[in-house]
T-cell receptor
Framework: AQSVSQHNHHVILSEAASLELGCNYSYGGTVNLFWYVQYPGQHLQLLLKYFSGDPLVKGIKGFEAEFIKSKFSFNLRKPSVQWSDTAEYFCAVIYGNNRLAFGKGNQVVVIP | EPEVTQTPSHQVTQMGQEVILRCVPISNHLYFYWYRQILGQKVEFLVSFYNNEISEKSEIFDDQFSVERPDGSNFTLKIRSTKLEDSAMYFC???????????FGEGSWLTVV
């Protein structure tokens, strides 16, 4: 069965620190990959997406993600976080051209 | 920017009562979804809807759940007889014909007491 794995569910770091969140998926075929962010009390918002082409994807708010097909990974990175990046981050993958499957999420807390 | 809208934003209901959650997807989108997120847990797929019928549903989407697109703009999720464990944030989402980006509404918080 297709699945999306995110590790280190809780991440606490200081402002200006670098952030990397891991995402691995099990599906071996063509994938569409996403990172969504959910700020406290808000809805899911699209951070960035990968369909094809350059495996290094730039998203909003200084985030980027790298698709490594051989590792079935789509890790999210930000070189220098801000307090406003405190949120929950979800990796997601579309398979079967229909269902979007989510990972369990990473709760990120940035300390001023 | 077009967006998916959901109502109500928060509903408290007694166990056993029927609940209808409403969604207005982005106007030219063709694929519609409901997801839910129980507090502290991951976002879970419930059902997808295309061409006026359910295209896929998860094991969570049992006989107590139904979806409808009654008037060409709204997309509703009905829970016939709510249980305590139905308490969650319910997200509606939609996708257009081209591209695979799924856009989410702000969610409807359902609290079953």
């Amino acid at each position: 069965a297709q699945s999306v794995s995110q590790h280190n569910h809780h991440v606490i770091l200081s402002e200006a620190a670098s952030l990397e969140l891991g995402c691995n998926y099990s599906y071996g075929g063509t994938v569409n990959l996403f990172w969504y962010v959910q700020y406290p009390g808000q809805h899911l918002q699209l951070l960035l997406k990968y369909f094809s082409g350059d495996p290094l994807v730039k998203g909003i708010k200084g985030f980027e993600a790298e698709f490594i097909k051989s590792k079935f990974s789509f890790n999210l990175r930000k070189p220098s976080v801000q307090w406003s990046d405190t949120a929950e981050y979800f990796c997601a993958v579309i398979y079967g051209n229909n269902r979007l499957a989510f990972g369990k999420g990473n709760q990120v807390v940035v300390i001023p | 920017e077009p967006e998916v809208t959901q109502t109500p934003s928060h509903q408290v209901t007694q166990m056993g009562q029927e609940v209808i959650l409403r969604c207005v997807p982005i106007s030219n989108h063709l694929y519609f979804y409901w997801y839910r997120q129980i507090l502290g847990q991951k976002v879970e797929f419930l059902v997808s809807f295309y061409n006026n019928e359910i295209s896929e549903k998860s094991e969570i989407f049992d006989d107590q759940f139904s979806v409808e697109r009654p008037d060409g703009s709204n997309f509703t999720l009905k829970i016939r007889s709510t249980k305590l464990e139905d308490s969650a944030m319910y997200f509606c989402a939609s996708r257009g014909r081209s591209g695979n980006t799924i856009y989410f509404g702000e969610g409807s918080w359902l609290t079953v007491v």
